[in-house]
């Protein structure tokens, strides 16, 4: 059984940044495709970024440039630095991990999720 906890979430002023961890439990993580969504309550939780097990890496469109997502395989933990954060950065934030070779961006893609952590921008 895989078992992801998320850290990081905040309050955080518009501008500002967060770096938020996963740290990943019970498979051979390196070989494994990890992803970051988004979700606000009553909404559909959403694609945020991807990091294939070698490193190769996807990111909504919206969000290149201000997110970067990084892996370290020797600790299973996988990162999301946000920065520039907006107030419609407000979301919980979760960590997925999947099975897939590809770096996907549908959250059905993915077999394991994180309980989530909350990321609050005040303006």
């Known amino acids: 059984q895989v078992h992801l906890v998320e850290s990081g979430g905040g309050v955080v002023q518009a501008g500002g940044s967060l770096r938020l961890s996963c740290a990943a439990s019970?498979?051979?993580?390196?070989?494994?495709?990890m992803g970051w969504f988004r979700q606000a309550p009553g909404k559909e939780r959403e694609f945020v970024a991807a990091?294939?097990?070698?490193?190769?890496?996807a990111y909504a469109d919206s969000l290149k440039g201000r997110f970067t997502i990084s892996r370290d395989n020797a600790k299973n933990t996988v990162f999301l630095q946000m920065n520039s954060l907006k107030p419609e950065d407000t979301y919980v934030y979760y960590c997925?991990?999947?099975?897939?070779?590809?770096?996907?961006?549908?959250?059905?893609?993915?077999?394991?999720w994180g309980q989530g952590t909350q990321v609050t921008v005040s303006s």
């Open positions: 019970g498979r051979t993580f390196s070989t494994y495709v």
């Open positions: 997925a991990l999947g099975t897939s070779r590809a770096i996907p961006r549908a959250k059905d893609a993915y077999n394991y």
């Open positions: 990091i294939g097990g070698w490193g190769s890496t």
